[in-house]
């Protein structure tokens, strides 16, 4: 009887690993899991993207400017070299950097095939500093960033529309 039990509570322990190895093997190749870690690295892009879209230093407003050109596509992108004569001169007249800061951001929609999405991202932007470091003002934006993977498969910003308080722009 002692040699029965210990043969079926080693076939149990046996087939208890072989299901939880099956459900293991099961979530890690997981096609949700897969689509979830795209959408996650697309919003981080835009997030990083966001922070450097809405800071410029003005010892260095040409490479910032220049990385704007980097991480845009499309009409955005357009838009900034075609502006770009303007920002320069504005940035050569400005004293003190601007530091943004993306506080919340949320997908809202994510088409992997088409490698397009669009991310609403809240973002504070600090003017400045006073003799202690600390911001001496700052701004709350709202945008609505469109993005869109390009032929290497990186995301890239496509579109940055501002988005009023209550949802309208």
């Known amino acids: 009887m002692t040699r029965l039990t210990g043969f079926v509570l080693v076939a149990a322990a046996l087939a208890f690993l072989?299901?939880?190895?099956?459900?293991?093997?099961?979530?890690?190749?997981?096609?949700?899991?897969?689509?979830?870690?795209?959408?996650?690295?697309m919003?981080?892009?835009?997030?990083?993207?966001?922070?450097m879209l809405n800071s410029v230093d003005p010892s260095r407003a040409q490479l910032d400017m220049e990385h704007w050109l980097d991480i845009s596509t499309g009409t955005l992108?357009?838009?900034l070299q075609r502006d770009l004569p303007a920002a320069q001169a504005k940035f050569a007249k400005q004293r003190v950097p601007t530091r943004g800061e993306v506080?919340?951001?949320?997908?809202?929609?994510?088409?992997?095939?088409?490698?397009?999405?669009?991310?609403?991202?809240?973002v504070r932007v600090f003017l400045g500093a006073d003799a202690d470091g600390a911001p001496s003002s700052e701004q709350r934006k709202r945008f609505e960033v469109g993005m869109k993977r390009i032929s290497d498969g990186l995301w890239k910003v496509e579109s940055l529309t501002p988005v009023a308080p209550g949802g309208r722009r």
Do not use: C, H, I, P
């Not at 072989?18 to 690295?41: K, L």
């Not at 506080?103 to 809240?122: H, I, M, N, P």
């Open 43 to 51: 919003r981080d892009t835009a997030v990083r993207d966001m922070v």
């Open 77 to 79: 992108r357009e838009a």
């Open 103 to 122: 506080t919340a951001a949320a997908v809202t929609s994510f088409d992997a095939d088409a490698g397009k999405a669009t991310v609403l991202a809240s």
């Open 18 to 41: 072989g299901f939880a190895g099956w459900r293991w093997a099961g979530t890690v190749w997981n096609e949700d899991r897969t689509y979830a870690a795209q959408r996650d690295d």
